[in-house]
């Protein structure tokens, strides 16, 4: 049956010719045009696209959670069933428009018939108020009950969503919390009254592979449960296969391609979705030194470990300790990339941070063929610009009061009495470099999109010629079209300034497409170490396995 086909009764969701525009000023933007879709009864629809797309935007029209009046709506209708139907054909007396409601009215929709899972729920979620509270006003919204009560409901949606031991969590606050923690506590939040549709948007984006995939399986559990649609916002492919009946291919706020999720995936006919399909990181390390061995070590460690005092006793000394790393041996090659997979809160990023001498440590870190490891600050002072990190976020790792120019020449600034000249050169030099305007110099970070901002990361790394970067998650922000420009970049970077990598990730197909060797990491020990075809096609360790098993395909 055809979308055109399928009318509005039938659907749960029907959305006609909607369109979202912005007004500043005078000027009016027009992202979202004409779109057309419909969400029938217990299925899951994707809307597939890159940032920019309007896929965001489609979705938080219908929950009517855009910022009027500066946006509006040119055109459009969202017709949504808001009663339970005992058959698939809904009378008109219970569908109603969403557009044409008042704000104010749209809070008895929000959350009761409509739930919503937002993309990030470390910024989704009050960090000032505690699991118990959070949900618990999700339940109370629109029923009356006693403490008693609602810490009972809490409980049973905090087990429906399989947080373990649900009653140690009631107190606790977001940032005490996993990420897969967090994303449970959303969707306890999301579907605390029943509703008839989920709006999930982006919800795995940030995930480690095997939380993904728990997160995937509990949605789809509860989406049986409770007899639920859902409308699922998502770049990735790899989720659209696992999760959607049916796809919209949105490219500048149009649908391009819609169909049988199978037939979109595998017979797709417009060449935006074809550019998606072709958009997973693939390709090889690329080899400077064969065999790599042979190479100069540039960084090593020998048993390294790292503890954090868990309690702060008031007289005496802590003897209570966390072992976040627990002898790590690392040897790193010149022009090779040493691939880091591992879950949050195995180590990984703490492993480079010891490595760069950021945290404290015990064992042996080796530079060069020297130690570094009890070098005070101002001996380790000069030697930082052979070390640079790249961050996962660049948003939140550039500094927003600051022009890209400054961004990028920070680190110049302390090496020396470099002229204004001579800064200006090497900064308009390694934008080219990484493929940004030098003309844009004097632009902020917010004016880049996500893509870009990585690339002027990237630059203020490489602008102090390094001999080693960490790139901690640099592509788990980013669209997959992205994440293949950027993994392109660093490859091109590495072969001209023969630079060594360590890569640390939780995808297993970035990994694939740009480290020499693997390590694997569980608990702050390594319990996997060597080639990286050799780890990604013969695992030994049960838990690599279970990383392997657990990365969807596209």
């Avoid at 810490?151 to 373990?164: A, G, N, P, Q, W």
């Avoid at 400077?288 to 000394?317: A, R, Y």
């Avoid at 003897?319 to 790193?332: M, R, T």
Wanted: charged letters at 25%; aromatic letters at 4%.
């Amino acid at each position: 049956m055809s979308e055109n086909s399928i009318s509005k009764k039938e659907a749960i969701l029907h959305v006609k010719d909607l369109s979202v525009s912005f007004q500043q000023g005078e000027k009016k933007t027009h992202i979202v045009k004409n779109v057309s879709f419909n969400v029938e009864r217990n299925t899951t629809v994707a809307l597939v696209g890159e940032s920019g797309s309007g896929k965001s935007l489609t979705a938080h029209s219908i929950m009517r959670l855009l910022p009027y009046p500066a946006a509006f709506h040119p055109s459009g209708e969202i017709w949504f069933s808001s009663e339970a139907c005992a058959t698939e054909v809904c009378d008109d007396d219970q569908r109603t428009e969403l557009l044409s409601r008042s704000l104010k009215s749209m809070t008895a929709i929000r959350g009761c018939d409509i739930g919503m899972i937002f993309q990030e729920p470390m910024s989704a979620l009050n960090p000032l108020q505690t699991v118990e509270k959070q949900v618990g006003e999700s339940v109370t919204r629109n029923q009356k009950l006693s403490k008693a009560e609602t810490r009972e409901k809490i409980l049973s949606l905090l087990d429906d969503v399989h947080i373990i031991d649900p009653v140690s969590k009631l107190k606790s606050y977001p940032h005490q919390l996993s990420g897969g923690q967090r994303q449970r506590v959303m969707i306890a939040m999301a579907l605390a009254n029943r509703p008839k549709l989920l709006i999930a948007d982006e919800p795995t984006t940030a995930l480690d592979v095997t939380v993904q995939k728990e997160i995937l399986d509990l949605l789809r559990e509860l989406q049986d449960q409770y007899h639920m649609s859902i409308l699922l916002i998502t770049h990735d492919l790899g989720v659209v296969k696992y999760m959607a009946d049916k796809v919209l291919v949105m490219q500048d706020g149009e649908i391009v391609e819609r169909g049988e999720t199978h037939d979109i995936l595998n017979h797709p006919e417009h060449s935006y979705t074809k550019l998606l399909m072709d958009s997973y990181p693939k390709g090889e390390a690329v080899t400077l030194c064969d065999p790599i061995d042979e190479c100069p070590v540039v960084v090593s460690t020998d048993d390294l470990h790292v503890k954090f005092n868990v309690s702060k006793p008031l007289f005496g000394t802590c003897k209570d300790f966390f072992h976040a790393l627990k002898g790590v041996n690392v040897q790193l090659y010149e022009g090779s990339t040493l691939g880091v997979l591992g879950e949050s809160g195995s180590g990984k990023s703490t492993l480079a941070l010891a490595i760069l001498r950021l945290i404290k440590s015990t064992g042996t870190i080796e530079l060069d063929g020297h130690s570094i490891s009890h070098l005070s600050e101002k001996a380790l002072r000069p030697l930082r610009s052979s070390m640079q990190v790249v961050f996962q976020d660049p948003f939140s790792s550039l500094s927003p009061r600051m022009s890209v120019k400054q961004i990028i020449s920070e680190g110049l600034h302390l090496q020396g009495d470099l002229s204004g000249a001579v800064i200006d050169q090497q900064v308009d030099d390694i934008m080219l470099e990484v493929g940004l305007d030098p003309e844009t110099k004097h632009r902020y970070p917010h004016e880049f999109s996500g893509g870009q901002r990585q690339r002027i990361a990237i630059a203020r790394a490489f602008i102090l010629n390094p001999r080693v970067v960490f790139l901690d998650e640099p592509t788990s922000a980013l669209d997959r079209a992205v994440q293949m420009q950027v993994i392109e970049l660093l490859r091109k970077l590495q072969e001209q300034r023969k630079l060594s990598y360590v890569f640390i990730s939780h995808d297993i197909h970035v990994i694939k497409a740009i480290s020499h060797s693997i390590m694997v990491i569980k608990n702050g020990e390594v319990v996997e170490y060597g080639d990286a075809k050799e780890v990604l096609e013969n695992p030994v360790h049960s838990y690599t396995q279970k990383l392997l098993a657990a990365t969807l395909d596209s």
